[in-house]
């Protein structure tokens, strides 16, 4: 059974970091990309990092490069998410997802959401 379980979110000030955390099991990082997504009230979901551990890439939005960091250890079987310089309009509910790769597919996994505010 796969499971997602994020962690780490909460209120910081502009200018501030967070790190968030996604404990997986049921599914292992040689065989599925995982990565994260968020939603804001009235928008439509963003992907906004992805790592693809069978070669090493990772992705990151336009909207976070040089700003959010994704990262894995396979040992703890957890992706992280640091984010760094962090804006208001960071501020969304953060979601783990496996199949970051192919954002369309179905038959994605999903955690349950980590919300992060950001104030200015």
């Known amino acids: 059974q796969v499971q997602l379980v994020e962690s780490g979110g909460g209120l910081v000030h502009a200018g501030g970091s967070l790190t968030l955390s996604c404990a997986y099991t049921?599914?292992?990082?040689?065989?599925?990309?995982i990565g994260w997504a968020r939603q804001a009230p009235g928008k439509e979901r963003e992907e906004v990092s992805c790592?693809?551990?069978?070669?090493?890439?990772?992705s990151h939005a336009d909207s976070v490069k040089g700003r959010f960091t994704i990262s894995k250890d396979k040992v703890k079987n957890t992706v992280y998410l640091q984010m760094n310089n962090l804006k208001p309009e960071d501020t969304a509910v953060y979601y783990c997802?496996?199949?970051?790769?192919?954002?369309?597919?179905?038959?994605?996994?999903w955690g349950q959401g980590t919300q992060v505010t950001v104030s200015s």
């Open positions: 997802a496996t199949d970051c790769d192919n954002p369309d597919y179905n038959g994605r996994y």
């Open positions: 049921g599914v292992s990082l040689d065989a599925y990309a």
């Open positions: 790592l693809i551990s069978s070669d090493g890439r990772t």
